[in-house]
Structures are given as C-alpha cells and as structure tokens.
C-alpha cells in the first residue's frame, strides 16, 4: 500500500503566474483535503473533494481551485499568485467513513517572489 | 467557528523525562474528534493519538496519552519517557462529526528534546 504522495517538492514562481500542485492520495481514499501552512503557523484548510467533486471550502478566494480525478488523484491550482502564497501546500486523503484517519502527504513548498 | 488554541509556543524535556502540551478549543457542536498530530522537519504531518468527543476515556497510544476534558473544552497532550526523536512541532486539531476531512489545526507547539 503507498502513502500519500505530492509533486514538485519545492516550487519558485514569480508574483501574477499560475501554478499547479498534485497529489496522489493513498490507495483506497476518495476523499482529499488540501490546506495551506504559512511559516511558523498551523495549516488553514483551503477545500476537500469527496468523488470528484468539492464538498467543503475554507476561507480563500476563488483562484485557489481544485480537481479531483477518478483515480482520486488530485490537483490545488492557483493564479494570480501573490506573495502571501508562499507557504508549505499538504493533501491529505481519506476513505469516505466519517470517522476514519486522514493521511497526509510530505507538502510542497511554494515560493512566489 | 470552531477554534484552536495551544498557549505554548515552545516546550523543552530532558530524555526519558514526561512533558505536557495544553490545548483548548471552542465549539458548540457535541460530536467532534480531537487529535494531535506530530510535523518533524521532514514536514510530514503524522498522527500522534485521537479522541472521539463521545467517549469519555482518555486515549492512550504507547508513551503518548491524552487528558480530555469536555467540560473545560481541553485536550492536552502527555509524553512519557521523553526520546529525542519525539522533537517536533506538535499541532493540536479538531474535526466536527459532520465536517467530512476537514480540521481545524492550533498554532503548534515546538518540543525540544535535550539529551
């Protein structure tokens, strides 16, 4: 069984560009959540897809979308990148059972400069 | 909304000593889970122990153990016989029943073990 996974490691884009991030959640899982973790403070749940589709937003704008694929792997992307958008970006994946663990991958680390 | 608070940004043990870290929460909902979840430097958020809101035994996993209070809305967090790979930040978080995967994470608290 392999864990959670996540592409690129790091990432440097510049302020104004696009960029997407990708996960491949834990055999089994058709649930994934992505959050965002700035330097030095918790992670912020950003939204969580459940069968391809996002069930659940936390409180970031409309240029932080998601997809997610029948393969429950997924995609965070961004546009418009801003400098406040440096942070480490995690998934995390889950089976659908309300009470079951979620996974988490090892984040990418995005700089916008 | 529901929130996390750990009042400990840093903590520090000495090997094979015990250490509590504090949490608090505030919610309105009855059914939630709690957990407290470990990031080494490797980034990689693992899981320490959870606690289902409806029980009312303390969880225990190996050397890490909880205190849940429900009343108080507290949930620290106890680590006996102290190793020097348990240095981390540690993040306390909550999950409403309802909320799907979705958690609501504290500040975290860094631990230093000494040797």
């Known amino acids: 069984e392999t864990g959670v996974t996540q592409s690129p490691t790091h990432l440097i884009k510049t302020r104004g560009q696009q960029v997407t991030l990708r996960c491949s959640s834990q055999?089994?899982?058709?649930?994934v959540s992505w959050y965002q973790q700035a330097l030095g403070q918790g992670p912020q749940f950003i939204f969580q897809?459940?069968?391809?589709?996002?069930?659940g937003r936390g409180n970031f704008p409309p240029r932080f979308s998601g997809l997610q694929f029948p393969n429950y792997s997924s995609e965070l992307n961004v546009n418009a990148l801003e400098l406040d958008d440096s942070a480490l970006y995690l998934c995390?994946?889950?089976?659908?059972?309300?009470?079951?663990?979620?996974?988490f991958g090892p984040g990418t680390r995005l700089t916008v400069l | 909304a529901q929130t996390v608070t750990q009042s400990q940004p840093e903590m520090s043990v000495q090997e094979a000593e015990t250490v509590t870290l504090s949490c608090t929460y505030d919610?309105?909902?009855?059914?939630?889970?709690l957990f407290w979840y470990k990031q080494p430097p490797s980034r990689q958020m693992i899981l320490v122990i959870r606690?289902?809101?409806?029980?009312?035994q303390n969880a225990t996993e190996n050397r890490f153990s909880v205190n849940f209070q429900k009343a108080a809305k507290s949930f620290s967090l106890k680590i006996s016989d102290s190793q020097l790979g348990d240095a981390a930040m540690y993040f306390c978080?909550?999950?409403?029943?309802?909320?799907?995967?979705?958690?609501?994470f504290g500040e975290g608290t860094q631990l230093t073990v000494n040797p």
């Open positions: 995390a994946s889950k089976t659908g059972g309300t009470g079951d663990e979620q996974f």
């Open positions: 055999s089994g899982h058709n649930t």
């Open positions: 897809y459940y069968r391809e589709e996002e069930n």
């Open positions: 919610t309105s909902e009855s059914d939630y889970y």
């Open positions: 606690q289902e809101a409806y029980k009312q």
């Open positions: 978080a909550y999950r409403r029943e309802t909320s799907g995967s979705r958690l609501t």
